[in-house]
């Protein structure tokens, strides 16, 4: 059993909803067989628990570790490629790189690479894409589970629009990605998602074909991307001629559903943000990948008042960060642009609770509320000489965590905590 000492940050509600007061801040928590059992005052916990260690992290904040609800692992080391927009950067830079894992050695070694990177960011799970090649999900899988993470990933499906080497087919997709949820799904805290990376890469039928396998696995999450850049709805529409607009190109294909992700979704069509308010399916915010690749700016605050469902991620590598703050930071300025800054406490439940609530996870990851599983991340509110001074002035905790929201990265990140067991970041 352990007690943490430190600024316990945590929900007791969506700030979005229910205001920045939904943001607490608590002295303690305890920890028991990978669950937070308790939350309160230090003195009320060290007298319930007498025999836990203590650590005692003073003045830094303590949070449920970040959520990224979108990213791309086999990209890590394409990340920050110049130049191009969104097909031209896939063709460029993605499928190349993408190819490399044909070969299972290269996909161990960047998983692990990208799982430390994520840890280092303070980065608890994540909701990843895969290649098309099955092995690509075993060394994902592998890695998460051997760090104790509650992780989520899928076979890339795509069946057309893609060079040699980087294609499957309808009933391969549906045969490979059914053999890995066999493997995989629920195995310890891995799960597994369905995922067609979007519409122009497969063909009716091959949507068709991951529709009837989400059908058959409905507790599956099932990933894709839509309406993220202008030019790629256009080539949506043409090769999809019967369809109302980019979500009915899913839906058609039964790939609508409360558990559904859909990536960037920045220029939908009424009728599209009705289908998925409507359905329950989630929205996830990319916004650093959103400036990067030059896609558009998502309009965050006014879908989240309709009653959206939206999850916040790096997109990595069309994300140019690792960093769930440098995130939070650019969804600050896109919010700027949109004319609607988002609060502190809503950049910071983005990142934490409302992934874990795109994910469908909220109950078991995301807060620290009793019951939850232990995926914690400690803060130092003055990484760097830039903050510190800054975070000197802070007159409430809203300004002491706005400056390293704005200016952090993996540098204030000095601990991490995985189901319960500590574990140095890196
Ligand atoms: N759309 C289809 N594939 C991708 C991808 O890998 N990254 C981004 N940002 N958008 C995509
Ligand atoms: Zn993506």
Known sequence: MDILLGQVLRFTADPFTAGPDAMQVDEALAIHEGKIIAVGAADA????????????????????GFIDAHVHYPQTAIIASWGKRLIDWLNTYTFPEEMRFNDPAYAQMIAARYFDLALAHGTTTMCSFATIHPASVDAFFAQAQARGMRALTGKTCMDRNAPDGLRDTAQSAYDDSKALIARWHGVDRLGYVITPRFSPTSTPDQLSALGALWGEHPDCLMQTHLSEQTDEIEWVRGLFPTARDYLDTYEMHGLLGPNALYGHAI????RERDRILETGAAMVHCPTSNTFIGSGLMDLAALKAKGHRIGLATDTGGGSSFSMLRTMAAAYEIGQLKGRPLHPAELWWLATQGSAQALNLGDKIGNIEVGMEADLVIIDLKSTPAIAQRNAQAGDIFEAIFPTIMMGDDRAITDVWINGKNRTAP
Not at 47 to 59: E, F, V
Not at 267 to 270: C, G, M, R, T
């Open 45 to 64: 916990l060290r007298a319930a628990y007498p025999a836990a260690r203590t650590r005692d992290y003073g003045a830094q904040v303590i949070s449920a």
């Open 267 to 270: 220029h939908l069509e009424a």
